[in-house]
């Protein structure tokens, strides 16, 4: 099991940009692959990012494609999603979540083939 802890949630305007960052804690942070899930009020969890154990391949759902990049620091035992050109619609809670794998090259695009989610955190992205 392993604990996240998110942050750099907060309010930006359109177009702007935020980073945010997840800490994780306990089992070695190399077996996980790791995900951003975001959910919206009224919405299920929606999948934005994911990456590969070793941080060398990424993924993203289609709305966010070209606007947001994911990337890991493995010894930091940090995963973080860099946000630009922001929309009103990016305005959500932000979850990131790790899944156990042996496959290296394995991402994760839905929420149930994670096992560990950190508590949240708010971007508001106002017009």
């Not at 099991?1 to 305007?13: A, H, R, Y």
């Not at 999603?81 to 394995?106: H, I, W």
Request: with cysteine; hydrophobic share 30%.
């Amino acid at each position: 099991q392993v604990t996240l802890v998110e942050s750099g949630g907060g309010l930006v305007q359109a177009g702007g940009s935020l980073r945010l960052a997840c800490a994780a804690s306990g089992r070695t942070f190399g077996v996980y692959a790791m995900g951003w899930f975001r959910q919206a009020p009224g919405k299920g969890h929606e999948f934005v990012a994911g990456i590969t154990r070793s941080g060398v391949s990424t993924y993203y759902g289609d709305s966010v494609k070209g606007r947001f990049t994911i990337s890991r620091d493995n010894a930091k035992n940090t995963v973080s999603l860099q946000m630009s050109s922001l929309k009103p619609e990016d305005t959500a809670v932000y979850y990131c979540a790790a899944g156990f794998t042996y496959n290296p090259d394995r991402i994760y695009t839905v929420s149930y083939d994670y096992t560990d989610w950190g508590q949240g955190t708010q971007v508001t992205v106002s017009s």
